[in-house]
C-alpha cells in the first residue's frame, strides 16, 4: 500500500516522539513492502515562532492531499503567559480538528497487566480494565462562539443533532465489536446540550440492540472511573467532557506518555498522542514515545492494516515486559531514552524472532 | 446562640441522613446551650410529587427567613427518563443556589489516615492529602442562556468580572489559613470564560503576595488529583469543573459518603453532603451520614461555633477509628445502620470521655 503521511511534530517534545513512530513506521514499510512517504509541516507555537500564525495555509495544503496527518504536540509556556493574546498555538491544532472535520476522537485505555504496578491505583481496581473513549471532537464548547471583554466573557456549547448522529453510530459499532456497552457521559440534569445527547444517543440505541446503553453524569463518571474503571466497554460523551475523563483515564494505564489516539473525520484523518507537548522535557531525551509510536499503530489500523498495527503492539508490549522504557515507568534502568525505545521496536519489527535482551 | 436552621431534606438518602445531622445538631445544643431550631421545607421531586413544582414558594420563604439551610440530597431516578422534560427535581437545587446567591461553594477534601485503605488510589499516594475545593456556585454553564430544540441545543458559560472577583478573595484568604498555596483550575487554552478568569485571578493574587498562585488547565488537573493529590492546598474553579473535579476527588477520601460542602452567599447559607440521592439505598440503613454530619459542622463553623464543630469532627473521627461506620466502610462490622452511626456521634457529644466501644 502506498500512504502519503503528512507529519506534524509541532512543540515541545512532538518532534522526539514523531521521530520514534515514523522510524518505527518506516520499519513497517520495509518489512511488509508497502511505500510510506512523510511530508513535514509546521503547527502551533513553532509555525508562530516562523510564521507568526499557528497553522499556516502550506500546513493545511500538505494535510489536505496526505492520505493520514501523524500529530505529535502543541503547546508553549512562553505563549501561556498572556490570557489576552488572540493567537495562541493551540489554535493550531482546534483550526485542524475543524478544518477536516475530525469530528470522532478515539482513545484506547488499557491497563497493561506489565504496568498495573505503575499506577496511583491499587491493582485490584485496575486490573483487566480496557475503555475506548469516543469523544466528540468537532463542536461543542471548543467551537462555540466566544466573546471576551474585560468585564465579562463567554463561551456556548452548542450541538446539532446531526453532530450528534455521525459519532454515536461509530460509537455503537465500536462497541458491537467490543463488549456490547455503550456509556453515554453527559450533564443532563444541568445542560440543554446533554439533553439532546441523550434524546439523539437513546433514539440510535433502538438500532443497535445488541448493545447495552447505560446513562452517566459526567461527575459521577469522573469517580467511578477511578472506583471501578471495568464497568466501562465504550465511553460516548462530548468535546469537553472527553478531554477531562480521557486525561484522567490515564492514571488507569500509569503514564500519560502511554495513551494514543486517532482523531477520525469522513475524509481525513489525524494520529496524535494524548500528551502534551511537555515542554519541561524538550530535547532530555526522556519523552515517553509509546503514546506517538501507538498512534501510529491506530493510522495503519485505520487504513485495514492490521498485521501491521498487531506488530508495532507486540513491539511495544515487548518493550515493555523487558523494561525498555523512558524513566517515567522505568524503575529498574535509568537510562533508556526516547530514542532508545523507538530502536528496540524497530528492531522488534525488523527481527521479532529475535529481539530480547536476555 | 440562637439559630434558626431551615432543613430541606429532599429526595432518596436525603432524609435519613439529614436526621442524623439534626440528631448531633442538637446534642450540640444542648451541651453548649444554644438554641437550635429546625424547620423543614419540601424541595426535590419530593416537592414535584407534592405541588408540582421543585422549589415551592413556601420553601424560598422558610430558607429565606432561615439562618442557615441544611440541605439533603436531590433527584429521583423516575423523573431521569424523560430528557425533554422541562421541569426536574435538579431545578430545586439550582433554583436555591441562584434565589440565595450562593456563589462559594466549598468542598473539603481529607484523606483520614483511618480510611487510607478504603481508598481505589495506593496509600502512598494519598497519605496526608487535605484540600480545599472552592468551586464557583451560582454563574457559569449552570445558569447562561439555555435553548433547546429537536435539531439543536446549546448552553452559554458566562462569566462577569465580578462574579469570579467574589469567590477568589474567599479563595485566597481560606489559603492564607493554610498552605498558602492556591491552584487556579481552567481552559484557559481553549475557553474565553477562562481566560477572563485567569486574567482576573492574576490580577487579584497581587493583594496576597504571601500566597503562591499556580494555574492548571482542567484536563490535567483531573488527572493530577490522583497522580499527586498531596500538592494542591486550595483549588479554585468555575462551576462545571468543580462539579467533576470535587465528585472526582472523592476517591482521595474513599467514599462520597464523607464529603461535606458549604454554599455561601452574601445573605444565605446552605449546608449538604456532596452524595447524590442515591435511590437505590433509600430506606435500608445502609446510607452514610457522615457528609450530612460533617455538613453541620461546617454550619456550626460559619456562624463561629468552633469548639462545637470540632466536637463534631472528634465524634466522626472517633466513629472511623471504631468502625462505627455504614456499610461502604466498613469492612469490620456488617450491621451498622445509618441511625446507629448517628446515634454514636450523639452520645460521644453528650460524653465526650466515656464513649468507647472496648
Ligand atoms: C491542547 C488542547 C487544546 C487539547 C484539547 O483540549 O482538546 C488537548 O488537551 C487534547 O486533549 O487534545
Ligand atoms: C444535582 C446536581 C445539579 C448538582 C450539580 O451539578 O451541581 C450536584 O452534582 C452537585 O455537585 O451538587
Known amino acids: 500500500m502506498k500512504l502519503n503521511i503528512a507529519v506534524l511534530p509541532g512543540d515541545g517534545i512532538g518532534p522526539e516522539v514523531t521521530a520514534q513512530a515514523i522510524k518505527v513506521l518506516k520499519a513497517i514499510a520495509m518489512e511488509f513492502n508497502h511505500v510510506f512517504t512523510f511530508e513535514k509541516a509546521l503547527v502551533g507555537a513553532c509555525a508562530m515562532d516562523k510564521t507568526g500564525i499557528p497553522l499556516p495555509e502550506e ?6 492531499k496526505a492520505d493520514a496527518i501523524l500529530f505529535g504536540a502543541i503547546g508553549d509556556p512562553k505563549y501561556d503567559n498572556d490570557p489576552l493574546a488572540t493567537v495562541r498555538p493551540e489554535q493550531g491544532l482546534l483550526g485542524l480538528r475543524k478544518t477536516f472535520d475530525l469530528y470522532t476522537n478515539i482513545r ?23 475503555i475506548l473513549i469516543y469523544r466528540e471532537l468537532a463542536s461543542g464548547i471548543y467551537f462555540g462562539d466566544k466573546h471576551f471583554s474585560n468585564n465579562e466573557a463567554s463561551d456556548i456549547c452548542k450541538y446539532k ?3 450528534i448522529e455521525r459519532i454515536t453510530h461509530l460509537a455503537f459499532k465500536a462497541a458491537q465489536g467490543r463488549k456490547h456497552k455503550l456509556t453515554l457521559v453527559d450533564k443532563a440534569n444541568v445542560l440543554a446540550s446533554s439533553r439532546l445527547w441523550r434524546t439523539v444517543v437513546n433514539e440510535i440505541s433502538k438500532e443497535y440492540p445488541d448493545v447495552t446503553l447505560d446513562c452517566m453524569y459526567v461527575d459521577n463518571a469522573a469517580m467511578e472511573l477511578i472506583i471501578n474503571p471495568r464497568q466501562f466497554d465504550v465511553i460516548l460523551t462530548e468535546n469537553m467532557f472527553g478531554d477531562i475523563l480521557s486525561e484522567e483515564a490515564s492514571v488507569i494505564v500509569g503514564s500519560i506518555g502511554l495513551l494514543a489516539s486517532a482523531s477520525i473525520g469522513d475524509k481525513h484523518a489525524m494520529f496524535e498522542p494524548i500528551h502534551g507537548a511537555y515542554t519541561k522535557a524538550k530535547n532530555k531525551g526522556i519523552a515517553n514515545p509509546i503514546a506517538s509510536i501507538l498512534s501510529a499503530a491506530m493510522l495503519l489500523d485505520h487504513f485495514g492494516l492490521y498485521d501491521e498495527a498487531a506488530l508495532i503492539r507486540e513491539g511495544v508490549d515487548k518493550s515493555l515486559k523487558l523494561h525498555i522504557t523512558t524513566p517515567d515507568l522505568n524503575t529498574k534502568y535509568d537510562n533508556i531514552s526516547t530514542t532508545k525505545v523507538g530502536d528496540f521496536i524497530e528492531d522488534f519489527i525488523n527481527n521479532p524472532d529475535e529481539t530480547n535482551l536476555n
Open 161 to 163: 443533532r446531526s453532530d
Open 108 to 130: 484506547p485505555v488499557i491497563a497493561y497487566d506489565d504496568l498495573l504496578n505503575k499506577s496511583s491505583l491499587k491493582t485490584k481496581q485496575i486490573k483487566g480494565s480496557n
Open 59 to 64: 500546513t493545511i495544503s500538505i494535510c489536505d
